[in-house]
């Protein structure tokens, strides 16, 4: 069993970028894949991005490809999503999930096991 606790949202103007945590507050998280999601108000939840647990598979839905980057540091218990060039619809509460092994469909938050409470970001204009 592993606790998520994620970290690093808040209000950001466009175009900023910001750097979110994923870190284990009980548990470890190095053998898990952990997914990246978003959830805008209004609106489903929905995958931003995967990483296995050794970083050498991620995937990265097309609408953040190019701005996004997951990664991962097992020595400190936590994984990183970092965004750039931010935008309004980017604003969402951001959360971090662990799958035991890589999904078969790793946009799907049935796949996922453990979750963190979430992490507000908000873009302006």
């Known amino acids: 069993q592993v606790q998520l606790v994620e970290s690093g949202g808040g209000l950001v103007q466009g175009g900023d970028s910001v750097r979110l945590s994923c870190a284990a507050s009980?548990?470890?998280?190095?053998?898990?894949?952990i997914g990246w999601f978003r959830q805008a108000p209004g609106k489903e939840r929905e995958s931003v991005g995967t990483i296995n647990w050794n970083g050498e598979n991620i995937y990265y839905i097309d609408s953040v490809k190019g701005r996004c980057t997951i990664s991962r540091d097992n020595a400190k218990n936590t994984v990183y999503l970092q965004m750039s060039n931010l935008q309004p619809e980017d604003t969402a509460i951001y959360f971090c999930?662990?799958?035991?092994?890589?999904?078969?469909?790793?946009?799907?938050?049935?796949?996922?096991?453990?979750w963190g409470q979430g992490t507000q970001v908000t873009v302006s204009s």
């Open positions: 999930a662990a799958a035991t092994r890589w999904p078969n469909d790793p946009t799907l938050t049935d796949n996922y096991r453990y």
């Open positions: 009980r548990g470890s998280l190095r053998l898990y894949t």
